[in-house]
Nanobody, 126 residues
């Protein structure tokens, strides 16, 4: 139904900034909750941020609150994650995900998402 492709990952120094983006094809994103998750080597996938269908509500993991900002542009069919004040512990593969459930506003739970991108690597050096 929808294909998600992440981009914008790379190598940055601690304290730096990076923006990762998610572009969708197949369907418009306006009817989907969008989320970002990440998975570091040897660790389980964790929730990062989510945004409601219209963009009016956001949800962040405590570890990134105040540093990361999720946004969406439904007209452009894109979702972004602006990452500031990056730390080495932010190093992970970042995944974009879409949740089509009409009963939710945002979701922090990975299994509730229906579509996933392939991920983009973010590496933060100390």
């Amino acid at each position: 139904q929808v294909q998600l492709v992440e981009s914008g990952g790379g190598l940055v120094q601690a304290g730096g900034s990076l923006r990762v983006s998610c572009a969708a094809s197949g369907r418009t994103l306006e009817n989907y909750i969008m989320g970002w998750f990440r998975q570091a080597p040897g660790k389980e996938r964790e929730f990062v941020a989510a945004i409601s269908r219209s963009g009016g509500n956001t949800n962040y993991a405590d570890s990134v609150k105040g540093r990361f900002t999720i946004s969406r542009d439904n007209a452009k069919n894109t979702v972004n994650l602006q990452m500031n004040s990056l730390k080495p512990e932010d190093t992970a593969v970042y995944y974009c995900a879409a949740d089509r459930n009409v009963g939710r506003v945002t979701s922090r739970t990975g299994y509730e998402y229906d579509y996933w991108g392939q991920g983009t690597q973010v590496t933060v050096s100390s």
